[in-house]
C-alpha cells in the first residue's frame, strides 16, 4: 500500500482517440483520421507527467477506477501501463474495487481483452449504441451488428463478469421493434448493466429535424424501462439498468456527490472537501506542451456557492432511485407543487423508505421538468 496519500478514493482517466468521430458525439475525442504521427506518444508521456503531479492527491485504496474517452481500448496495454506507473495503481486497488474500461467493438480483441484484465481493469462498458446497420452507419459507428456480437462473446470469453452496454433511443428512424430487438439480443449475454441514453444534437446537425417527439421519445425510454425491469434489471439512475448488486459504483461516486480525480485532456475532477471543481484543458497538444512546460492544465476551477449546492443536492437526489425524504419539502409551495407530481404520476412514494419520494418512470424520461419544478 502506498505511504502517504490523499483522501480521493476514484480515479478517471480520459484516453481521447477514437477510430472516426460518430456524429453526434460532444466528448472531447479525436478520430484516427485527425491525428498526427506522434500524438500517441505524445498522450502517454503527458499522462505520465499529469500522473507524477497528481499521485498524492488519491488514497492508499481506490473504489473505483474509470477509463473513459474517447476509447480507451485504442491504446495498447503496455502504454496504459508506462502512463499511469506513477499512480501505482497495483497497490491501490482492493479486491473490492471497481475498474472500468470503456471499449468499442471494433477496437477489442479476444486477445487484448485478456490483457487489459490482467492489467486489473474488471468490467468492460461497451458502446454498443445500436444493432440495426442503417442505424449505425447514420450515428457514425464504424463497427457493424456482427462485430457487436463478436466483442460480446469475447467479453465474457476473456473471463469478464462484470459488463454493461450502452445503447441510444430516439435514433431518427429507429422503432419501438428496433428497441426491443436490441434489448433482446443483447441481455441474451450475461451483461450486468445497460445505460441507454436518449440521442440529443445540436440545432445544426443534418438529422437534427429526423429526432422523434417528445411523445415518441416518452414511449421509447417507458418500453426500455418495462423490458429492463422484466429482465430482472433495477432502474436505478435516470438511464441505468443493473442487476442486482451491480450498480456501476464509479458513476454513483458522480451521482452521490464524492470525490473523483480525473486525468487526461479535458476530464473533470471534484474535491467534496473543498466543494472545487476544476476541468482540464480540451486538446491533446495544450495538455501536453503545458505538461511539458511546467505551467497548468487547468481550463476552469469553480467553488461551489450555496445556491449551487441545493441545486446540485435536488439533481442528485433526484436522478437515483433513492429518492429525497419528504423533509426536503420546505415550503408550502415546493409541497403544494410535489403533490402536483404525485398526482401527474411524475413522483410517488418509495416503496421501501417511510417518508421518501422518488420518480417514478415518467419522471426518470422527463427529469429536467421534475428538477425545475421541485428544486
Ligand atoms: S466512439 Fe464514443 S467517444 Fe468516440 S466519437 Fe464515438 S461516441 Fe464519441
Known amino acids: 500500500m502506498p505511504q502517504s496519500g490523499g483522501h480521493i478514493r476514484s480515479l478517471y482517466v480520459h484516453f481521447p482517440f477514437c477510430e472516426a468521430k460518430c456524429h453526434y458525439c460532444d ?87 485478456r490483457q487489459y484484465r490482467e492489467f486489473g481493469v474488471n468490467r468492460i462498458s461497451m458502446g454498443v449504441q445500436a444493432l440495426r446497420p442503417d442505424l449505425l452507419v447514420n450515428l457514425g459507428r464504424v463497427h457493424s451488428r456482427e462485430a457487436a456480437f463478436r466483442a460480446l462473446d469475447a467479453i465474457f470469453e476473456a473471463g469478464f463478469t462484470n459488463a454493461s452496454v450502452d445503447l441510444l433511443c430516439g435514433v431518427p428512424g429507429q422503432t419501438e421493434r428496433d428497441i426491443e430487438d436490441a434489448m433482446t439480443l443483447l441481455t441474451n449475454y450475461p451483461i450486468t448493466h445497460l445505460s441507454c441514453y436518449l440521442l440529443t444534437l445540436h440545432k445544426t446537425h443534418r438529422m437534427y429535424g429526423d429526432l422523434p417527439d417528445e411523445d415518441v421519445q416518452l414511449s421509447h425510454l417507458l418500453l426500455i424501462d418495462r423490458f429492463m425491469k422484466s429482465k430482472g434489471f433495477e432502474h436505478y439512475e435516470i438511464s441505468n439498468f443493473a442487476r442486482p448488486g451491480r450498480r456501476a459504483q464509479h458513476n454513483l461516486k458522480y451521482w452521490t456527490g464524492a470525490s473523483y480525480l480525473g486525468l487526461g485532456p479535458s476530464a473533470h475532477s471534484f474535491d467534496q472537501k473543498a466543494l472545487k471543481r476544476w476541468k482540464n484543458v480540451s486538446s491533446l497538444h495544450l495538455y501536453g506542451s503545458r505538461l511539458n512546460e511546467g505551467t497548468s492544465i487547468v481550463e476552469w476551477t469553480e467553488e461551489l456557492n450555496a445556491d449551487q449546492q441545493h441545486l446540485e443536492k435536488w439533481m442528485l437526489a433526484l436522478r437515483l432511485d433513492e429518492g429525497f425524504p419528504r423533509s426536503w419539502l420546505e415550503t408550502n409551495a415546493q409541497k403544494a407543487r410535489a403533490e402536483t407530481l404525485i398526482c401527474e404520476a411524475f413522483l410517488e412514494s418509495h416503496p421501501t423508505k417511510d417518508q421518501y419520494l422518488r420518480l417514478t418512470p415518467k419522471g426518470f424520461a422527463l427529469s429536467d421538468q421534475v428538477i425545475s419544478t421541485l428544486s
Open 27 to 113: 466528448f472531447y475525442s479525436i478520430g484516427v483520421e485527425r491525428t498526427q504521427a506522434g500524438d500517441a506518444d505524445q498522450f502517454e508521456a503527458a499522462l505520465h507527467r499529469e500522473a507524477s503531479l497528481t499521485t498524492d492527491q488519491l488514497a492508499p485504496e481506490l473504489d473505483t477506477i474509470f477509463f473513459g474517452g474517447g476509447t480507451p481500448s485504442m491504446t495498447p496495454v503496455e502504454s496504459m501501463k508506462r502512463a499511469l506507473a506513477p499512480l501505482r495503481l497495483q497497490e491501490r486497488v482492493t479486491e473490492k474495487t471497481e475498474w472500468t474500461m470503456e471499449a468499442n467493438p471494433s477496437s477489442v480483441s479476444l486477445e487484448s481483452l
